[in-house]
């Protein structure tokens, strides 16, 4: 399977919503489903005005997630070395080595804007993203208690972070 990354286009929207929509892909994110495509068309059309970048995730030209990163500030903010990132992936290509490559191809952009400390929360639970982020060289740093709430319970957000030569 060939992995390929490119800035989200318009016509991405719709198969971008279907995955952000999907259940159990959704069990982790911040966004909670539903998710309207007006307001994922008003996400796309507000990245043109910040420092954001999203970019979908292709396995073999079909669209299989999206990935951003978030840079934190421009050259003149004290925080301009930081960015974070944010992954979403179709269920269906889970376990596949797609989000292993979306990390190094963060990595690799993250590197293009100076960033040198490259940071994320996941979800207490999410064993699948932690796994993936330590074998990466994330590490935790800390918790953010009940920062979380799905279905009326409360969860932690897990912080990592690794620094980028």
């Keep these: 399977m060939k992995v390929t990354f490119r800035k989200v286009r318009e016509g991405d929207l719709k198969r971008l919503n279907e995955i952000i929509n999907d259940v159990e892909a959704n069990r ?17 059309n507000s990245l043109r005005k910040d420092e954001r970048s999203w970019y979908a995730v292709l396995a073999d030209g ?8 978030n840079l934190h500030g421009d050259k003149t903010k004290r925080s ?26 963060l990595t690799g952009l993250a590197r293009k804007h100076k ?8 979800i ?6 932690r796994r993936l982020y330590e074998k990466n060289g994330f590490k935790k740093e800390g918790v953010r208690k009940k920062a979380f709430k799905l ?3 409360y969860y932690d957000s897990i912080v990592m972070a ?3 030569k």
């Design 28 to 44: 982790f994110l911040n966004t909670a489903a539903p998710v309207s495509m007006k307001s994922t068309r008003d996400f796309f």
């Design 62 to 69: 079909v669209v299989v997630g999206g990935i951003i990163l």
């Design 80 to 105: 301009s070395h930081v960015a974070s990132i944010g992954i979403n992936l179709a269920r269906e290509y889970w376990g596949m080595g797609v989000g292993d490559k979306a990390i190094k191809f």
């Design 115 to 122: 960033v040198k400390r490259f940071e994320l929360q996941y």
């Design 124 to 129: 207490e639970g999410n064993e699948r993203a």
């Design 151 to 153: 279905n009326g319970r």
């Design 162 to 164: 690794k620094f980028l």
